[in-house]
């Protein structure tokens, strides 16, 4: 079974520009998450989606964050503009569903914003 | 308010020792659930364990233990017989609740071994 896979691994862009970080959860996994860490400080949730729906967005930081989960399988994390405090690496992790300890993350992404 | 707790920033432990990372919890659910993942210089997020808080018995997995006294709130991660690749970042994680929700983490604790 194929894993979380993040794209791209790293990215480095320009402050005001846009970046998209994309998510493919385990296939079947109705549940995918976004988390960051930032400055080798703790990991912070950031959103969580049941197939396209938002469950929970309680951690996005602000509106230049916009994540989405067009048809419940992929997901994309777009910053939009990117400004230097949100360096840092971008984790997605997945999960089949309730009653589950299964959260399965990817690689992570780390953006760095110069 | 802080729900994991990790009091240790960074640990050195000798290779073949067994080493123990400290997790405390804070929740008012019945129903939750720990994790510990541990992350590498190659920045994965790797699942270890899980504990349920109606577990009976506390989870092992290889040569990890979790030392869960729900009275204490405790979840502490026992690693026998370090080994040099035992060295990275490990989070202690809490989901509250039975479904999907998400899971938060603590502040992570480094551990590094010694040859």
């Known amino acids: 079974e194929a894993g979380v896979t993040q794209f791209p691994s790293h990215s480095v862009i320009e402050k005001g520009q846009t970046v998209t970080l994309r998510c493919d959860p385990i296939s079947g996994h109705d549940n995918l998450y976004w988390y960051r860490r930032v400055m080798g400080k703790e990991i912070k949730f950031l959103l969580h989606?049941?197939?396209?729906?938002?469950?929970?967005e309680s951690g996005m930081p602000n509106n230049r964050f916009l994540a989405e989960r067009t048809g419940g399988t992929y997901s994309t994390l777009k910053v939009q503009p990117a400004e230097l405090e949100d360096s840092g690496v971008y984790f997605c992790?997945?999960?089949?569903?309730?009653?589950?300890?299964?959260?399965?993350f990817g690689s992570g992404t780390r953006l760095t914003v110069v | 308010a802080q729900k994991i707790t990790q009091t240790q920033p960074g640990m050195f432990v000798q290779e073949k020792e067994a080493v123990t990372l400290d997790c405390t919890y804070d929740?008012?659910?019945?129903?939750?659930?720990l994790f510990w993942y541990k992350q590498p210089s190659s920045g994965e997020m790797i699942f270890l364990i899980y504990?349920?808080?109606?577990?009976?018995q506390n989870a092992t997995e290889g040569r990890y233990s979790l030392n869960f006294q729900k009275a204490r709130k405790s979840a502490n991660l026992v690693i026998s017989a370090s080994q040099l690749g035992d060295s990275a970042m490990y989070f202690c994680a809490m989901r509250e609740g039975w479904g999907a929700s998400k899971i938060i983490f603590g502040s992570g604790t480094r551990l590094s071994i010694r040859p």
């Open positions: 992790a997945s999960s089949p569903g309730p009653r589950t300890n299964g959260y399965t």
């Open positions: 504990q349920g808080s109606y577990d009976q």
């Open positions: 989606f049941v197939k396209e729906s938002k469950q929970d």
């Open positions: 929740t008012s659910d019945p129903s939750y659930g």
